[in-house]
């Protein structure tokens, strides 16, 4: 099956103007809308409110609009969303209660898509790529500068290969095709535990770095956003709905360092 797709920047339309969504839309009509656009500096957001909530909670309130004339919208958020009380992985039905700005943004964006027959909302988490700026690139860069980098070990997550989110996203749109549209609140992030100081320690491994990994409890690293401590997702509901598998995250690891050292 193919798809036609068109990719936006901020440069090409800014989402966060209503007019200018509305004539944007009118002008061109799509059947799914993949929502990426966020806020995503959580530490900034902590100082910088209205303009967080500006792109985190309107944004996909303009967007949701278009699914009254038919499209259907797929919205990327966040593991910040949960209450962090949990020491098993969070079902998309478990509490939530935002501890930061920006997941507190998320959380007020999901909102206003819950209950809409044309929204799907996909939690993630640890997010990275060889694109952009993230904590693999991050660590890789460090690793160039130091001879040891501080960690934190105390906060457990799953990292989220960008690859293998692309590739959930496709098949979510080639079951909506064949099979239905799946309205609702999925999780999505690769398999596995770690925490921040497992995962610097597999990108030295990867990329054969000597750089030393110092595990340093969170408060050792203060910074303004809380973070919490384990937000790990349960990924039971999407692998049997659109029958995928997730590969590991130590997997996905390896596949995006072979592809960053190709760049």
Request: hydrophobic share 40%; proline share 4%; glycine share 4%.
């Amino acid at each position: 099956m193919n798809f036609s797709c068109t990719f936006i920047d901020i440069n090409d339309l800014d989402l966060t103007h209503k007019e200018t969504v509305r004539r944007y839309f009118e002008a061109n009509r799509f059947d799914y809308i993949i929502n990426c656009a966020a806020y995503t500096a959580v530490d900034q957001a902590e100082k910088q409110i209205d303009t967080v909530f500006a792109v985190n909670e309107k944004i996909p309130e303009l967007l949701a609009a278009e699914c009254l004339k038919g499209t259907r919208l797929i919205h990327m958020s966040t593991d910040y969303v949960y209450d962090d009380s949990k020491k098993t992985p969070y079902l998309e039905e478990d509490a939530l209660a935002p501890l930061s700005v920006y997941a507190k943004s998320k959380l007020a964006g999901e909102k206003l898509l819950w209950g809409n027959p044309g929204c799907m909302v996909i939690r993630t988490s640890w997010l990275y790529s060889e694109f952009g700026n993230n904590f693999l690139k991050t660590m890789i860069r460090l690793s160039h500068e130091k001879d040891e980098i501080g960690v934190v070990f105390d906060q457990a997550g799953t990292p989220t290969y960008a690859g293998d989110l692309a590739d959930v996203l496709f098949k979510i749109l080639m079951h909506s095709e064949k099979i239905a549209f799946e309205a609702g609140i999925f999780n999505y992030s690769n398999e596995g535990v770690c925490s921040w100081y497992d995962f610097a320690l597999e990108i030295m491994h990867s990329t054969q770095s000597k750089c030393r990994i110092r595990p340093i409890r969170t408060h050792e690293y203060p910074i303004p956003a809380q973070r919490p401590v384990y937000s790990v997702m349960d990924k039971s509901k999407i692998k049997r709905i659109f029958d995928i598998r997730i590969p590991h995250w130590r997997e996905s690891l390896q596949i995006a360092v072979k592809n960053l050292e190709s760049l």
